[in-house]
């Protein structure tokens, strides 16, 4: 290949900031190969045209959002991340698909949650954009809304209204986790969604190669995440939700995957991530006492 700065005009694409570079960099550096491109004059013009124009609407989505609860950096940044785990971990077995489903992952749930965007992607933009593998691995990720809490709850005490949104999330995060108990359960709910949508649309195989490549996105950003969670200036109970579902059904799904460094590195970030809910909680009673 040719030398980083010369791979499509790479030197231009300084204005998007060195989240970008070193993801693009860290791609050129894994020599990634890719099923669906045959020769190597076809991944250099696809994978580069395709992931430009990607990381560039990814920029154009997010701009101006920032990660509050994790690094305080720029959201796109978080994307790129969680793409360079996904190569990282999926290595001679990534696919296009997959690595724009990382960059996107957030699309649909962060930017329609988060009131400063001005932009709102659904399932038919990434659709129409990307298609459909990468929008129905968008959407797979994807977590429903908790509802609004009725009028009549408003009129209550704010304890209690905190006490029933904490209720709904949790019940909502068991249902959403429970597709991913393991790889076989992640194909089989995969495949029920591909055929209520479109019918058939994807063969097996397809399906369960966008299967594992939905459970690489959804760990790697579960290990991101955890790595970035700030020890103070963060919901501690919050903590806790994401700490118990990732105990109860990710380990289990990394496991299933058969990738020893991903499921090793992710029993990591939950230790040290239950060690942090513990001091802190701790420090919280510490206070208290006194």
């Known amino acids: ?135 129905l691995g968008v959407n797979f990720l994807t977590k429903q809304k908790v509802p609004h809490i009725d009028e009549s709850r408003k009129k209550s005490k704010i304890n209690d209204i905190k006490s029933v949104r904490l209720e709904q999330k949790f019940s909502r995060d068991e249902m959403y986790y429970k597709d991913f108990y393991d790889i076989k359960t992640l194909i089989e709910k995969l495949t029920q969604q591909s055929n209520k949508n479109l019918g058939e649309m994807l063969s097996s195989e397809q399906l369960t190669q966008l299967a594992r490549d939905i459970a690489i996105v959804r760990i790697v950003d579960r290990i991101h995440n955890l790595r970035t969670m700030p020890e103070y200036r963060y919901d501690n109970e919050k903590r806790l939700r994401k700490l118990k579902n990732t105990d109860e059904f990710l380990l289990r799904l990394a496991q299933s995957l058969n990738i020893p460094e991903l499921y090793g590195d992710l029993v990591g970030v939950l230790i040290k991530g239950y060690e942090t809910y513990y001091r802190v909680k701790n420090n919280a009673n510490s206070q208290f006492l006194l």
């Not at 231009?12 to 045959?38: E, H």
């Not at 045209?49 to 690094?71: D, S, Y």
């Open 1 to 135: 290949m040719q030398d980083n700065g010369e791979i499509y005009g790479m030197n231009s694409l300084s204005i998007y900031g060195d989240a970008f570079l070193d993801f693009l960099r860290d791609c050129i550096q894994n020599n990634i190969s890719f099923k669906k491109l045959q020769s190597d004059d076809d991944l250099e013009f696809y994978f580069f045209e395709k992931i430009f124009q990607v990381c560039q609407k990814t920029e154009e989505n997010f701009q101006g959002l920032t990660r509050l609860t994790g690094e305080y950096r720029e959201y796109h940044s978080h994307l790129y991340e969680v793409a360079k785990l996904y190569i990282l971990y999926a290595g001679k077995y990534a696919t296009i698909s997959g690595l724009i489903i990382a960059l996107r992952h957030d699309d649909i749930e962060d930017l329609h949650k988060d009131t400063k965007s001005m932009k709102k992607v659904n399932f038919l933009d990434i659709l129409r954009e990307d298609g459909y593998e990468v929008a």
